[in-house]
């Protein structure tokens, strides 16, 4: 039987346990240059040590205007390199394996001048109108996003993964309601994003697995749901996708019309139909932080892996408390056993 601390294998990634620390933005690099420094270090290699099989590092940019604020990491740089370095060493000693999450926030990068984005369309009506990348931006955009996957293979990660979700850039191309282009990539609305996992997937060891991101559902008048999103996860997995972490929203303001439930694990059926529509391994997310749940979405095997968010942030030794609850045996640190 598969449980929350059962190993977990893919490719060449190995992991201990099924607990994935999610990618979370700390809003922390001061000095606005796109470095990690040593908040994001004890930030990530606490999580390790705390017990997390997988830890996926925050949303890393591919250029300064991708960010959300200035206040985010970044990977347009080898100056930015040697930092993640330091972090992905460091968690690999206390047990973890690392991925990083590349992205570019498009129309949501709120301290850009003038924020980029498919079509000309604000997120809302307190932010920026952006301008419309041209067909060569676009194209040029694909080499950011291979050149920063370059970058995190340097800095040792185990694992790449794409954001394709919560409104940013890729997003923004996939859904219809942002996407209004005339061009190719207006043709087809999965083009970018394909172009994109396919460039990094040309930088990447063949036996390190490609994750993606993805909203499976968008909570907006005329959204797209789960019918439509296992469509453009096949487009995506054909392109290289070997895991996909399914999350939901983020395109516009939640309406009525499409409000999501505020229970435990309201997104874990939307993990388990993309699993099992594309026999694919999953990542399920959202308020998933009791244990004995956090546990049965393996054991039902809704999903392959479950990634506990806010409960890390409140609990840096969450894992090591869940094995515990579960009474599942865990390397708990030589220094910490009296704790337990």
Partial sequence: MKHLFSPFEFKGLEVKNRVVMPPMCQYSVEKKDGVANDWHYLHYVNRAIGGAGFIIIEMTDVEPDG????????????????????????????????????????????????????????????????????????????????????????????????????????????????????????????LFGREVLQAAKSEMPADMPLIMRISAQEYVEGGYGIKESIEIAKAYQQAGVDIFHISSGGEGHITAAGRPGTHAAYQVPLAR????????????????????????????????????????????????????????????????????
């Fill in 67 to 190: 960010r959300i604020t200035d206040f985010d990491l970044g990977l347009w740089s080898d100056e930015q390199i040697p930092a993640l370095a330091r972090i992905v060493e460091a968690c690999h000693k206390y047990g973890a394996k690392v991925g990083i999450q590349i992205a570019h926030a498009g129309r949501k990068a709120e301290d850009a001048a003038v924020p980029v984005a498919p079509s000309a369309i604000p997120f809302d009506e307190n932010s920026k109108t952006p301008r419309a990348l041209s067909t060569d931006e676009v194209k040029e955009m694909v080499e950011k996003f291979r050149e920063a996957t370059q970058r995190a293979i340097k800095a040792g990660v185990d694992a790449i993964e794409i954001h394709g979700a919560h409104g940013y850039l890729i997003h923004q191309f996939h859904s219809p309601l942002t996407n209004k282009r005339n061009d190719e990539y207006g043709k087809d609305l999965t």
């Fill in 273 to 340: 139909d993309i699993k099992n529509a594309l026999d694919v391994p999953v990542i399920a997310v959202g308020r998933l932080d009791d244990p004995i749940l956090a546990n049965s979405v393996i054991g039902n095997e809704d999903a392959d892996l479950v990634a506990i968010g806010r409960g890390m942030l409140r609990n840096p030794n969450w894992a090591l408390e869940a094995a515990t609850v579960l009474k599942k045996e865990t390397q708990i640190p030589e220094q910490y056993v009296r704790g337990f």
